[in-house]
């Protein structure tokens, strides 16, 4: 059972680039998170899914866009890199928003900006 | 705006010893609390959480307390083993809001 997969595990990118982090998890979850974690702080949720084709803003949404056409996949996209989103980032899955019901996270991709 | 605190970035523990992890909120609107245990290169895992409603909830060698007067968790870690060593990170969940809030972790490092 892989759970929750995101690709790449690593990139660099120059200023200004665009690239697609991808997410897909196995475990038919509804909703789906894209959190970032910056050096010695706390993860940071961008952006959420409540299931296919609907998706809100979390706390740090600025530079980013994201999609769900299937219950499956919820891919992040970076269209400007620039340096401020140089971070790991991690996507995340639970069956339902409540706390007793666990998000279940990938290994997260490490992304520098230059 | 730090909700969720953890003001110990890092602790040293003897193997065979007692770990306690320690974590503040300021909201008292919460649905539940929980932990996570962060290795190097991997994602978040889960621990363990406890109800809003609840004072203390255990899983083996893990133990969480909630201090509702005081605003206050802590994670219990008896006996702890080097396999513990990991950053543990405190996240709130509810008060109407679909994201967990988490705290900056606090690194765990079990000495044999």
């Known amino acids: 059972n892989a759970g929750v997969t995101q690709t790449p595990k690593f990139r660099i990118l120059k200023i200004g680039q665009s690239m697609t982090l991808q997410c897909t998890q196995d475990m038919n979850h509804n909703y789906m998170y894209w959190y970032r974690q910056d050096p010695g702080m706390g993860l940071k949720l961008i952006y959420y899914?409540?299931?296919?084709?609907?998706?809100d803003k979390g706390e740090v949404p600025n530079g980013y866009n994201v999609s769900r056409s299937t219950t499956e996949d919820f891919p992040l996209r970076l269209e400007l890199a620039a340096p401020s989103q140089t971070s790991v980032y991690f996507c995340?899955?639970?069956?339902?928003?409540?706390?007793?019901?666990?998000?279940?996270f990938g290994d997260g991709t490490r992304l520098s900006i230059l | 705006d730090q909700q969720v605190k953890q003001n110990s970035p890092s602790l040293r523990v003897q193997e065979g010893r007692i770990s306690i992890l320690n974590c503040d909120y300021t909201?008292?609107?919460?649905?539940?609390f929980l932990w996570y245990k962060k290795y190097p290169a991997e994602g978040p895992t889960f621990l363990i959480s406890i109800s809003s409603i609840k004072d203390k909830n255990e899983d083996g060698r893990f133990t969480v307390f909630l201090n509702k007067s005081a605003k206050h968790l802590s994670l219990h870690i008896v006996p702890s083993q080097p396999g513990d060593s990991a950053v543990y990170f405190c996240a709130r969940s509810g008060a109407g809001s679909y994201q967990l809030t988490f705290g900056k972790g606090t690194k765990l490092s079990v000495i044999p």
């Open positions: 899914s409540v299931g296919a084709g609907i998706t």
């Open positions: 995340a899955s639970s069956p339902t928003p409540r706390g007793n019901q666990p998000q279940h």
């Open positions: 909201n008292s609107m919460f649905d539940y």
